[in-house]
């Protein structure tokens, strides 16, 4: 299909499109026309992906002085490889339409463990040990030391992609990660630093969210990616979090103990290196006397990548006198690990900001803020200088040096707490010092800044004015599209009590009560009687999975369930929940019919589809509150109250809010998939709550399915299933939710657009 | 940290949790039961080195790493001395080198290298810096006030939101009492049924709490402690780098120009100040007594004042009253 979008012709690989896609695809470009950043919610398969590829790779080819770049981030690996597949097929409508070839190379970077095809290290199954391996094999003083000496293994697809690879660019097309490991393996050469290499040129870069937020990945392998770029965040509900998980760093006492482990190899290395030949050592020191110069040049072309981690002032100066010596640097970082010990070493919990942090190291071991903020580039260029390959090993230690140059670099927006034991268990001492990000706006910072347009889309981002604030910037368009339906194929219903009358919450005070616990058992039961196929029950926490489940046994619930449905539990342990979900899918495939219990923010939660007969139903049990009593959420809630102005109370039901969405959400991935949407809490029904739930879903909760008795909403359902249990044919979405080229003409874009979002009442 | 035991007695924390471990200018530790039995004279020799030690200056051990107790140790004793800032010197790279003889002296000694030499070497750089080093004694560093800045905003922060939030929660539990209040009054008086009554004050609290959050003003953002005069000079005497204070701001806004009022009357001009006598305005009016007159109070002014809002906007209503008419 040929499309004229304000302008722009946009070629779309399908002959129908929804009208939602094509106000995604208006909205997208006014916003890369702003060059500003831009915050976009639509319901999970309605084709995001696909609108986002066909506008901007139709943008790229109609102004490529423009826009000459995507940065495509996306959370897991089949969600990576779900967006090169819908890439594959744009460019080839594109060599049908023309004839010809198109100049666009589509690559994906992952880690080196799903690229590696070295015949021993891709046997393992860590992904630690995969990148210490390669680095054994590839550092450049080993492959130094294997001209001279044929003994010392080096990997033959690096040695052949540095002599002949290095040079030469892909053919334009897309690369998957099968593709670039049998290209490979074709050539000879490795894939990891094949697709490394690519990055710099492909027009379409797909990878993972750390290798853009994260700052001690950024900076090497985004460095290169040019300003007139469109980086777009997918599924990025839970942004916040990744930001800040990138920015925190969390020393427990093993940590210490290793770390101390580290610092004895490291004063012995040092040692023998100095009796054996000391010229590497003195070399180094030389250039720590000229300073971090090389690095500033880099950065000076703004090419590079501005490092949150690394602050422009470090390298404008060179590294101070009193850590200059390498034996000199190992008892500075020596006291600094010993001073965490005697941190470590308390019986109550302290909480801290950076700034007392810093007095209290002074006084204790003499330990400057200037050195600090030196350490993790110092022990990096220790480590480079001492040979040391395999830098797993050193992990404790550069973790201790992060946290030494993040705690002396960032005075706001962070907060040190050290809890002697975990909460739930008080008498077994297990002293943990969180150093933690308050503020998620440190990290993408960097990106908003540099990058021409961010966008941010997901299934769920409602309250949409909630991350612009948390993340500090200013969206260009922010818009939720909703779902044009030909039939309503989503009931979302709120059930507030039992056919008793017993109000049903997870609320603190009803969570032990009998009652309670059996009006939700209930109500399970009768759903299960009436909806075929799976069924997805979502519950808060794993400890209040736990006591329900073990109540419910008591009850007899747990048998009647059984007699309709197998029953399968997610646990903690990943291993055992993906084998409870494999076996899940496997009845649900049967026809026997399944329901899995599994919880908010857990693995299955986030990750896993559920699409049609695999979620028939969804059944959110209480609101997904956060652990409120924790003490690094409290601080955070006080940084965003006093730096943002966000209520303790707004941000807690924005996060409870998201996490059901998303849990609910599972159950829908496109217009012909149909599922109920239960949510079983009293607190539901409240206007604060409703209102924040995406558009697609308040849309269809009209008032007399909210505040329903177990019994009504079984009523309810029932209709609804026979409804829903008719035949379904295309014919019957065209022109309501389908489009073709001359209905869209025919309708108008006015037309659609108001379609797309239509006001809720 | 468990696992700390006595070298000598063997006596571990977790037999005697009351276990005190002490260490001696050597850096090897001793429990201090163990201390009192061997230093019973008051001095005696070290039964790990043999390093001839006095009781007075046993101390609790803080650090795990004996090491690192003795480099402590050793590094406060030098860095009484070599106590001077960045600021001491003309340039980074000067400031450099020094922090790194500092390095060298303290690891020298920690590690029994070139005592001697060392020790000389600190009595030379004792001998030419006396007036340096005494100064430095009383004055922190840069870093050192920054810090100390940073932490007395966040003392200033806490205590503010303790104080708003206090003051939130008093005035929330006032209006809770007084509206109970009211709606007892009304249920004790009113002629309406008590359900409607309660259904009313049910609406208007919810009513209430709506138009509260919607008119909830933004927090504002904590003061912050004043160090510094609107000049830009630091309230505290801190001599800078070069022993002067800065330079103060140029304030380059321009000067004020008085530029007379231009009035628009909309109606009729008044007559002036002299009309008003010549024209015998000025009879209509009370003449002014004698201590209005002291004042400054003269009857012209009553008088123009009363003409000019007589004339002011006698043409403006006109034609306001036209346009309404249209409308």
């Known amino acids: 299909m040929r499309l004229d979008i304000e302008g722009l012709i946009v070629h779309f690989p399908y002959e129908y499109i929804y009208p939602e896609q094509y106000s995604y695809m208006v909205e997208l470009k006014r916003a890369i026309d702003a060059k500003g950043h831009c915050l976009l919610e639509m319901p999970s398969g309605t084709g995001k992906t696909v609108s986002l590829l066909a506008l901007i790779v139709a943008y790229m080819r109609q102004y490529p002085s423009e826009l000459c770049k995507l940065v495509y981030c996306s959370r897991t690996v089949p969600e990576i490889e779900k967006v090169l597949e819908e890439l594959r097929r744009l460019l080839q409508y594109y060599e049908e339409q023309f004839k010809e070839k198109i100049p666009i190379t589509g690559v994906v970077l992952s880690s080196r463990k799903n690229l590696c095809i070295h015949k021993d290290v891709r046997q393992e199954k860590d992904g630690k040990i995969v990148d210490g391996r390669c680095h054994n094999l590839t550092a450049s003083h080993v492959r130094e030391r294997h001209l001279t000496d044929d003994s010392v293994p080096v990997c033959t697809y690096f040695e052949d992609f540095e002599d002949y690879g290095n040079e030469s660019y892909l053919e334009p097309g897309v690369y998957t990660l099968d593709d670039l490991k049998s290209y490979g393996a074709k050539k000879g050469w490795c894939p990891y630093f094949i697709a490394r290499h690519a990055v710099s040129y492909a027009n379409i870069v797909v990878y993972s969210y750390h290798y853009l937020l994260d700052p001690k990945i950024a900076e090497i392998v985004s460095k290169d990616i040019p300003k007139n770029s469109v980086v777009v965040f997918d599924e990025a509900h839970n942004i916040d979090n990744v930001c800040i998980d990138s920015m925190s760093v969390k020393i427990t006492k093993r940590i210490i103990e290793r770390a101390s482990a580290n610092l004895l190899d490291l004063a012995k290395t040092i040692r023998h290196m100095k009796e054996v030949g000391p010229r590497r050592l003195t070399e180094e020191y030389q250039r720590m006397v000229d300073g971090l110069r090389e690095t500033q040049q880099a950065r000076e072309t703004d090419m590079v990548l501005a490092n ?454 | 940290m468990d696992e700390q035991a006595c070298p000598r007695c063997k006596t571990t924390k977790y037999r005697n949790p009351s276990l005190k471990l002490m260490v001696n200018v050597c850096g090897h530790a001793l429990c201090d039961s163990c201390v009192d039995l061997l230093f019973l004279k008051g001095s005696g020799s070290c039964p790990d080195c043999g390093v001839p030690l006095r009781r007075s200056n046993f101390r609790v051990q803080i650090f795990e790493d004996p090491f690192v107790e003795k480099e402590m140790d050793i590094r406060r004793r030098v860095m009484r001395d070599y106590n001077l800032k960045e600021e001491d010197f003309a340039n980074l790279q000067d400031y450099n080198n020094y922090l790194e003889e500092v390095e060298r002296i303290v690891y020298n000694l920690t590690n029994n290298i070139e005592i001697v030499s060392t020790n000389q070497s600190i009595d030379r750089f004792k001998r030419e810096n006396k007036d340096l080093i005494a100064k430095n004694r009383i004055r922190s560093g840069r870093e050192e006030i920054i810090l100390e800045e940073l932490l007395e905003e966040e003392k200033l922060l806490v205590e503010s939101r303790k104080r708003a939030i206090a003051h939130e929660e008093m005035l929330e539990k006032k209006k809770k009492m007084r509206s109970k209040e009211a709606l007892i009054d009304e249920l004790m008086f009113s002629e309406q049924s008590a359900a409607s009554i309660v259904e009313t004050f049910k609406k208007r609290k919810l009513e209430e709490q709506e138009e509260l959050e919607r008119h909830r003003e933004p927090s504002p953002p904590p003061l912050v402690a004043a160090t510094q005069f609107s000049t830009g000079i630091k309230f505290s005497q801190r001599i800078p780098k070069d022993g002067f204070l800065p330079v103060p701001k140029a304030d380059d806004t321009p000067l004020f120009k008085y530029e007379p009022l231009v009035l628009t009357r909309n109606g009729p001009s008044a007559p002036t100040w002299e009309e008003v006598t010549e024209k015998k305005y000025i009879n209509h009016v009370r003449e002014s007594s004698v201590g209005e007159r002291a004042g400054g109070y003269l009857p012209q002014l009553a008088c123009l004042r009363a003409l000019e809002e007589a004339f002011d906007g006698l043409r403006t209503v006109a034609v306001a009253r036209w346009t309404g008419q249209v409308a």
């Open chain 1, 308 to 761: 949150p981690v690394l602050p422009d002032q470090i390298l404008q100066e060179a590294i101070p006198g009193n850590i200059r010596d390498a034996e000199h640097f190992v008892g500075f970082l020596r006291r600094f690990v010993e001073y965490l010990k005697i941190r470590l070493r308390v019986q109550f919990v302290v909480q801290e900001s950076p700034a007392g942090f810093l007095k209290d190291i002074m006084q204790k071991v003499c330990i400057d803020r200037k050195p600090l903020r030196f350490a993790a580039e110092r022990l990096a260029s220790l480590l480079k200088t001492l040979e040391i390959a395999d830098q797993t090993d050193f992990s404790a230690l550069v973790v201790v040096s992060h946290l030494a140059t993040l705690v002396s670099t960032y005075t706001k927006g962070f907060i040190i707490i050290v809890e002697p034991f975990e909460d739930k268990t008080p008498n077994i001492p297990n002293p943990i010092l969180h150093f933690r990000c308050l503020d998620a706006s440190i990290a993408v910072k960097p990106i908003f800044d540099r990058f021409q347009t961010v966008v941010i889309t997901s299934g769920t981002l409602s309250p949409l004015d909630m991350y612009p604030k948390i993340l500090d910037f200013q969206p260009k368009v922010m818009t939720s599209f909703s779902m044009t339906l030909a039939r309503p194929c989503l009931l979302p219903m709120i059930v507030s009590k039992g056919n008793d009358q017993v109000a049903i919450s997870s609320k603190f005070e009803s969570r032990e009560d009998q009652s309670v616990v059996r009006n939700y058992g209930q109500l399970l039961v009768e759903i299960v009687k009436i909806v075929p196929d799976g069924v997805v029950c979502f519950f808060t926490s794993y400890l209040y999975l736990e006591s329900v489940v073990a109540a419910w046994y008591d009850q007899g619930i747990v048998t009647t369930l059984q007699r309709h449905k197998l029953l399968f539990i997610e646990t903690q342990d990943p291993a055992e929940t993906s084998l409870a979900l494999l076996n899940y899918i496997k009845a649900c495939e049967r026809g026997r019919g399944a329901i899995l219990l599994s919880v908010a923010r857990g693995k299955v939660s986030e990750g896993v589809d559920f699409d049609h007969h695999l979620g028939r139903a969804v059944v959110m049990i209480g609101i997904p509150y956060v652990y409120t009593q924790s003490r690094i959420l409290k601080a955070r809630l006080e940084y965003l109250r006093d730096t943002f102005q966000i209520r303790e109370n707004d941000f807690l039901t924005f996060d409870a809010m998201r996490h059901a969405a998303q849990c609910v959400g599972r159950a829908i991935r496109g217009k012909t998939d149909y599922g109920i949407m239960i949510f079983a809490d009293k607190r539901f029904s409240s206007e604060d709550k409703r209102s924040k739930l995406p558009r697609w879903i308040q849309e269809y909760l009209t008032d007399n399915l909210v505040n329903l008795s177990t019994e009504e909403s079984i009523q309810c359902a029932k209709r609804w299933l026979k409804q829903m249990a008719q035949p379904f044919t295309r014919e019957d979405q065209l022109g309501i939710s389908l489009l073709t080229l001359e209905q869209l003409q025919k309708e108008g874009v006015e037309n659609i657009q108001q379609k797309a979002r239509q006001k809720i009442k």
